[in-house]
Structure formats: C-alpha cells, structure tokens
C-alpha cells in the first residue's frame, strides 16, 4: 500500500481525498495556486506545492508541474479527483511512465471511454444501443449548422473532453451556431480540448447512471444506479440513488451493460456509465466517465462502501475484496450541490467572501460511516474566498433516510440549517425543488427545471405551507431581545407574572406582499423563557427555541412541531428588522410598536436609481468580448457582451432595442457587480 498520495485536485473532492487516506495511514500532498493558497485543501495535507497562477491553464491544468511536484515530494501515486486532468489519456500515461501510479484508470481506457466520440463508437461495435448523431469532431459553426439538419432538431452540441461543461441544446439554426461557438470556447478553457460533437437530443429524458468499479485482475462490478435528472444547464443539481423512476429488472439490465462495456476496455477504478432513459424504459449509452464522479457519496450511502479507498486499493494492485452478490442496497440517499450563484438574478455567480459560514451539523463524518445521516463535503471554511477562477461549488450536502420520503424530509431540515452569509446561493431553489409536488412523487425529467421554471426562479416560486410562523418567529426573536435589555438595565426584575405585549409587524418581502401589516399579540409563560404564545391576527403560534437569541440558525417547535430556521437582525440596513429564512421562503420584518408603526408609515419612499441606459456587469468575471460599438443599433436579444466566470461563458443580451452610445470597459478587464460596460443612447 502506498504510504504518500498527491492530490492533482482543489476544494472539496481534494479534501474528500484527504479523508479518506488519512483514515488509511496515508501521507498526502496538496497542490495549489496562488488563488487558493490559505484553501482548506491545502491546511489539511500534510505537505503543500505551489502550482502557479490562479488560472487553471496555469495551474491545475499543468501535467508538468503536478508530475514534478509528485518527484520532490515522494509521493508514489496521484488522485485526479475530477475536473481538470482526471481524464486526460496523456496525463495518466506521463503519470505512469514517471514512475508514479495512477489512482484512476489506465490511460488505455480513458482514450477509448474517456472520449466521448471514441466511446460511442465502441458502443457500437458492441452492440450498446446508442442515441442517433454525428460522431466525428465538428470543424466550423457552419459545418454544425449543416450537420444538425441532417439529424433534426433539436439537437445536443457537446464537448468530447467534458461532462456539463461544454454544452448546449440547439433548437434551431441560430441556437445551434451560436451554441457551437460558446461550446467550443468553454471546451477548451475547461478542459484545453475544443473538439466538439453533436447528438440528437430526446425529449423527456431521464439521466440515470451506472457506478461501475472494476481492479487489476479482471473483476467489475456495478454498485447500482444514481438519478441525477433535476439539471440546469445540463450541470446536475441534485442526485439520488436509488432511482424511483426505474423498475429491478431495468436496473439489472442497465448494470449488466454497464458491467459488458467496461470489461471490454479492461477497465479498472471507479467509473460511471450513463445512459439516457425513455419513459418506457428503454435506455441509450450516453457517455462513460472515467473518473471518480461529484455525486459519488449517494452510492457510497446506500452500498456502505468508501469508493475513494476501493480506488487506491486498486491502484495499488489489490483486487477487489467483495462479488457482485455481496452488495446489498440499504435506504435512499439525496445529495444537494450547493453552489456560489444567485437563483433570483438568473442564477448569477456570486464571488467573494464567506462571511458566515455554518453547514448543518453533520452525523456522517465520512464514507465508512455513511449511513442515516446528513453529510457535508466542502472545501471552504468561514472567512474563505470564493474565486471566480473555478467552478461555483461550495459544499455538496448529502443525506440518508430509510426511504425516499425521509430522506427529503431530513434534505429540506438540513437546508433550512446551511447558513451562508457574504455571497449568495443555491439553497433557496434547492428548498423549492425539494417541495415541489412533481420532484416528491418521482415525476421528472431533464426538463424538469427548464418546464417549472421557464420565467426563471422568482420568490413567489417558493412555497411554505404557512408563512405566518417567520411572522410570529420575528415577534417571538424582539420580545426575547426586550426582555433581556430591560433584565440586563434592570428594568424587568423577575419573571413572577405574566407579560404581555402588542406590536405591529411590517413585512417588506416574500409572498406576503410588499409592507403588509400584521397585528401581533404575545404572550411570555411562567417558568419558561424560551417559550411564548404569539397571536398573528386570528392565527396562534405557540414557539418554544432551543438556540441562543443572537444564532442565526434556529431551532425548536412550533405548536409541538420541530422546526429549523435562521434569523439574523439588522436585514435592508434597518437596525430593528430580521431577515427570517424557512424552507427556502424568506421575508424581513420590522417588529414596531403601534405608535412606532404609524410613524413609519409617513415616511416618503425614496426610489431606486435608474439605470437603464446602461449595461451593468452582472457578475464578477473577466469581459471576454463586447459585441458593439458606438453608434450601434443593437435589436432585443442580440448579443452585447460576453463575461466568463467560473469557467462559465455568460451571454448578456439586449432587452430591448437600444443604441450604443459609449462603450465604458475594455476588453480583458475584471469586472466588479455592477460595473459598467455600456451607456445606451
């Protein structure tokens, strides 16, 4: 066994690497860039290489360096991890022929499946059933144009190097040589590989695959099926294994052929062959992927296993210590990707500081004792820096339940307790999947978002089965914080008698309407100071919490019901306003006395700047391209500037007619949110 691994990797699938040999008596080694030098990743190795710049073209992308860091170091093997060289064929070979080996596939098999095109065509020899299209690289957007008709709209433009990255649903001539020039660009920044092909794409598709693990001498096996069709932008959002959609002897068959494909190019490591599945159940070979994959903890919840550990035993010629009939499934497992980007602005990236940074507590502290429980892989702490260099994941949060419905039910409980402050997130719209009626019968697809939420996601997406509850929750957080002002100044002695109180709260977001006014009524109980009775006009909510008044993560009951929320003072610059989050609904509230309230209300409301005649960036990201000039005369949904962020090409479009007037950032610049780029006419 090897006694110093490096990991060519960041974040959190190196820190999950890190784990998993510490437990084994493994030595690591961490590389980094200058972007991630005090990352979490690099704290927990035992040693650390610095690669070079923050981006990865310069960084993680460089075999040489990762090659030379492994030499100086001692290190005897190298985890890929996923993203960056994990599928590169030439970088496994090096890899090998160094001296070194490599805790993944054989470069042999990465060219063959590693590949998409090549894998398609050895499918075929094999008599896998595969989706219609043109399996050679496309040269031109022309050429895509041409091609596409051939096979009918619409149709899939994919990279062959790259999963999600890299790829675009065309539906026409203009989406599809669009799309081909946008994949391309993404390709080679993501991968530094823009060949790129095309496939017809089926509608209503399910996305399911296949773990596969095979070692040394022969032996492969598949570890049962994840669902992962909740996508956006064909990037998965959320994972499940099993699937609730396929029947025992689909999934059987589906394995088997997963089983037969990776025999055939003497596969040995963790893999994943997915498949696209009909509503009948048919299924097609989609594509395998030669690495480890980012939602590989739902298999190792329902199967026991730790699959980062059967990856080095491999690696390190051990076979395989288990047969096909020895695994057994057990419960259902659910993994949230919690990601950097604002789902109320079009899910923009969102950079900068962790200012508060608090994930649930978790129960599976790793993969050998992931079971009924709420795990949390990440590769940031509080006070950590999101780049804009890298892809958007700040954690990944994964739980077990017994069965499907409890482990939702533990997802929307551990969501509710994430607390996130400084950047934005996803966790909103992972709440609002979660409840949605379709997601929690099994009744989706890959269309599943794009069909829900066509407009985008909006706050009133969000549903909460009583939103009066964070109403009476504000009331419940200001009468404590009163009272523990007036016991500290000595103006309340003793709790000998019952106190009452009115207020008046004004909410100023969520689904209650903009300022709504509510009478609130409260009631503090003899002997317990963490409970009160708090009427909101004809509705009572008796609220008992467990947390100290200044966490924002809050638990308790609400009329003998558990609950976990978050709340925290000071919300829209108001010193006396709470900003309450449940279930992904949020609102702010101001908790005024009558008299107070009624002063409120004569205050003149002060509008917004108005900015629409001009482009603001969006997003912090590097301005790759303006896409007009003064004096333009740019048509609604024509293209002015393009802006890269997170290895994600980011489109701005025209929302109506305008004419440039001045054009006020330059090409290559860094963009702030917010900075301008163009001044229309």
């Known amino acids: 066994m090897f006694t110093k691994i490096l990991i060519a990797n960041r974040g959190e699938i190196a820190c999950r690497v890190i784990k998993t040999a510490r437990k084994m008596g493994i030595k690591t080694v961490a590389v980094y860039s200058e972007a991630d030098k005090d990352a979490l990743h690099v704290e927990l190795a035992d040693e650390a ?8 073209r310069e960084s993680y992308l460089v075999a040489d360096k990762i090659i030379k860091a492994a030499l100086q170091t001692g290190a005897q093997a190298i985890h890929p991890g996923y993203g960056f060289l994990s599928e590169n064929e030439d970088f496994a070979r090096r890899v090998e022929e160094a001296g070194i080996a490599f805790i993944g596939p054989k470069a042999h098999s990465i060219a063959a499946m590693g590949d998409k ?16 299209g043109h399996n050679e690289p496309i040269l031109s957007a022309e050429e895509a144009v041409q091609i596409a008709a051939g096979i009918g709209y619409p149709v899939m433009i994919k990279a062959s190097a790259g999963g999600g990255k890299g790829l675009r649903v065309a539906f026409n001539d203009k989406e599809c040589f669009e799309g081909f020039t946008s994949c391309r660009n993404e390709a080679r920044n993501s991968f530094g590989d823009d060949r ?4 017809k794409f089926v509608e209503e598709p399910r996305h399911i695959e296949i773990q596969v693990l095979g070692d040394s001498q022969g032996n492969v096996l598949y570890l049962w099926e994840r669902e992962c069709s909740i996508q956006r932008r064909h990037q998965k959002v959320i994972e499940e294994a099993p699937s609730p959609f396929i029947s025992e002897t689909t999934r059987k068959a589906m394995g088997e052929q997963a089983v037969a494909l990776a025999k055939a190019v003497k596969y040995q490591s963790a893999g994943t062959v997915e498949f696209v599945v ?20 739902v298999t190792e919840c329902i199967t026991g296993l730790d699959l980062v550990e059967q990856m080095i035993r491999v690696a390190a010629g051990e076979a395989l210590a288990f047969t096909q009939s020895d695994l057994k499934r057990e419960g259902w497992a659910i993994e949230c990707r919690i990601n950097a980007e604002d789902p109320f602005r079009n899910f923009l990236p969102s950079t900068g500081r962790l200012v508060k940074y608090q994930p649930p507590v978790a129960t599976m502290a790793s993969a050998d004792d992931a ?4 795990r949390v892989d990440t590769g940031v702490t509080e006070g950590g820096e999101i780049p804009m260099f890298y892809d958007s994941m700040i954690a990944k949060l994964i739980v077990h339940g017994k069965d499907r419905p409890e482990a939702i039910a533990k997802m929307r409980e551990a969501l509710n307790g994430f607390v996130i402050r400084g950047i934005s997130s996803n966790i909103p719209f992972q709440s609002a999947l979660l409840a949605h009626a379709d997601f929690q019968a099994g009744n989706f697809n890959t269309g599943f978002i794009a069909q829900h939420y066509a407009a985008g996601f909006r706050a009133e997406d969000v549903p909460h089965a009583d939103p009066l509850f964070l109403v009476a929750l504000a009331g419940f957080i200001r009468r404590k914080a009163r009272e523990r002002e007036a016991g500290i100044t000595g103006q309340l002695p003793g709790h000998e008698v019952r106190i009452e109180h009115d207020y008046v709260a004004l909410v100023s977001e969520g689904l209650l309407g903009e300022q709504s006014r509510h009478e609130l009524h409260i009631s503090e109980f003899v002997g ?4 009160a009775l708090v009427r909101v006009g004809e509705q009572s909510f008796r609220i008992v919490c467990n947390s100290r008044l200044n966490d924002i993560r809050l638990t308790g009951t609400v009329n003998g019901q558990p609950f ?35 002063l409120q209300a004569l205050m003149p409301y002060k509008a917004p700047p108005d900015t629409s005649k001009y482009l603001l960036s969006p997003m912090p990201g590097l301005l790759v391209q303006i896409a007009a000039e003064p004096g333009q005369v740019v048509l609604a949904g024509e293209r002015l500037a393009v802006i890269e962020a997170m290895k994600m090409e980011n489109i701005l479009l025209a929302e109506r007619d305008v ?7 330059k090409t290559g610049e860094s963009l702030a949110v917010d900075q301008l780029i163009l001044r229309f006419e």
């Open 49 to 56: 290489v610095l690669l070079g710049p923050a981006p990865s």
């Open 117 to 132: 095109i090549a894998s398609k065509k050895l499918a075929n020899a094999a008599q896998v059933n595969t989706i219609p």
């Open 564 to 598: 976990v929320a978050q709340a925290e003072r000071g919300a829209l610059r108001q010193p006396l306003a709470y900003r309450l989050q449940h279930n992904g609904y949020a609102i702010v509230v101001n908790i005024l006395s009558p008299r107070a309230a009624e």
């Open 659 to 665: 004419k440039i007037a001045e054009v006020l950032a």
């Open 528 to 531: 317990h100071l963490g409970e």
């Open 278 to 297: 009909g509503k009948d159940q048919s299924f097609y070979f989609l594509e395998m992927n030669t690495r480890l994959q980012v939602e590989h903890p």
């Open 371 to 374: 079971r009924y429980g709420v």
């Open 196 to 199: 790129v092909f095309m496939e």
